[in-house]
């Protein structure tokens, strides 16, 4: 098990950047596949990125080519960089890992409390 904590989240104009970070507890971090997952009022929580164990990124189509996401496993740490927001991005972001991943939340068994991402228009 980790425990995760997110930060970073804030109000942003469109068209502008957030970073956001999970910092993790436990010292398997590395193993673990991480996920960043947003839940907008009155939607279901989707997959916004996510990062495997070895290093590889997949992205929500919404997403790519303004997001990346990386870790530092030295820190504990995954990132979430996000450009060129947009209002639809507005949501609640939530840092996940599990040790199978994938592009679902079951695959995740570790949340953190979720950070507010508000951008307006």
């Known amino acids: 098990q980790v425990q995760l904590r997110e930060s970073g989240g804030g109000l942003v104009q469109a068209g502008g950047s957030l970073r956001l970070s999970c910092a993790a507890s436990g010292r398997t971090f590395s193993n673990y596949h991480m996920g960043w997952f947003r839940q907008a009022p009155g939607k279901e929580r989707e997959l916004v990125a996510r990062l495997t164990s070895a290093g590889s990124t997949y992205y929500a189509e919404t997403v790519k080519g303004r997001f990346t996401v990386s870790r530092d496993n030295a820190k504990n740490t995954v990132y979430l960089q996000m450009n060129s927001l947009k209002s639809e991005d507005t949501a609640v972001y939530y840092c996940?890992?599990?040790?199978?991943?994938?592009?679902?939340?079951?695959?995740?068994?570790?949340w953190g409390q979720g950070t507010q991402v508000t951008v307006s228009s």
């Open positions: 996940a890992a599990g040790t199978y991943g994938g592009p679902y939340s079951y695959g995740y068994n570790n």
